[in-house]
């Protein structure tokens, strides 16, 4: 509305007193009706803050370590492994007469010598259980060998892990079938640091005695292990496994040439037998350079195993680990019973 118009309005129709009232009452009307509205800023009329539907994403968890990381940096035949064998109620052994504390730093002694001689190979330690063992009578199913106690077996493979030590079952399987006492023994093998040993020496199947026949394995016999080896690490994700294979004379591995590494799995000859440093090199280069499967070991006696009553030298003289390293090729496993 305009005053202008108002003016206008009254100069037609009515006197000057009139007009100028009439101009006030315009003048007021367009006032009211301005003020009703809310300027830019305004606070008479409050709106009302509408309320978030967004939502707080949850913290990410912290993922949890995995306990057994330290496996996967263990590669041969850039790693050197120094193992510590044990027959389970043997009269002879080191192992068992150890208590853990004693025999942890037996290990680690053993092992810090390869490593401070060898530092470009980092030493390894572990430990190797037999289960099963032979045994000189057949025993209720006729295998003429039992697997070790659980409880046994339990114990130094957690003393092993709890050590970030890997953890070896070795086989004397007697009469039984390889392939039935293999999945007697597949839950640890499952773990991350467990590992294989075979001892053709006592598969004496299906007539024989241990240690009054000398037992064989034939690749026949091994490569399925090895497959099941190979399947277990693609499968369930694992680092590789390792499969030692014990050896101190030709006839135990008649056709050592057929057996295949498969991916996955890590075989390892262990030259196997005791005598004089000069007997013990014979058999190393036959069964670890001639007949090199895949990669090289040794077994080392100690000679009058501490906790029983003296035994005969086995070997004699212990080989030192400076010996042991001249050897060619260098092992990449050194066991010590």
Not at 43 to 67: E, G, K, N, Y
Request: glycine share 4%.
């Amino acid at each position: 509305m305009s005053t202008l118009w108002v003016k206008e309005s009254c100069a037609a129709r009515t006197s000057g007193r009139q007009c100028q009232w009439l101009v006030c009452l315009a003048s007021l009307v367009i006032l009211l009706i301005l003020t009703s509205c809310d300027p830019p800023g305004s606070t008479l009329h409050v709106q009302p803050t509408p309320t978030s539907t967004a939502t707080i994403p949850p913290p990410t968890p912290t993922p949890t370590p995995d306990p057994y990381a330290w496996v996967w940096n263990i590669e041969l035949p850039y790693n050197r492994l120094v193992l510590f064998y044990y027959i389970p109620e043997a009269p002879w052994g080191f192992v068992g007469t150890f208590s853990d504390s004693a025999l942890l730093a037996r290990v680690h002694e053993q092992s810090q010598q390869y490593a401070e001689l060898d530092p470009a190979h980092p030493a390894v330690s572990g430990l190797d259980v037999v289960s099963p063992v032979a045994e000189p009578d057949p025993g209720p199913d006729g295998y003429y060998s039992a697997l070790t106690a659980p409880e046994t077996v339990e114990h130094y493979l957690n003393l092993a892990t709890q050590q970030h030590m890997l953890f070896f079952l070795d086989m004397q399987i007697g009469r039984a079938p390889l392939q039935k006492e293999v999945a007697a023994l597949w839950q640890y093998l499952q773990l991350p640091n467990v590992d294989l040993a075979l001892d053709p020496e006592f598969d004496v199947a299906p007539y024989g005695v241990p240690d009054i026949n000398l037992g064989h394995m034939m690749a026949s016999d091994i490569n399925p292990v090895i497959d099941e080896l190979s399947h277990l690490v693609i499968d369930r994700h694992l680092p590789p496994k390792i499969l030692i294979i014990h050896q101190w004379q030709e006839s135990m591995l008649p056709d050592w040439y057929n057996i295949k590494p498969k991916y996955g799995v890590t075989i390892i000859t262990c030259s196997d037998g005791f005598g004089t440093p000069e007997e013990k090199l014979a058999d190393y280069q036959q069964f670890d350079n001639v007949q090199l499967i895949e990669y090289p070991g040794i077994k080392l006696f100690y000679p009058n195993f501490p906790g029983n009553p003296p035994h005969p030298t086995l070997d004699d003289p212990l080989m030192s680990p400076a010996d042991v390293l001249k050897l060619h090729p260098a092992p990449v496993l050194v066991m010590y019973q």
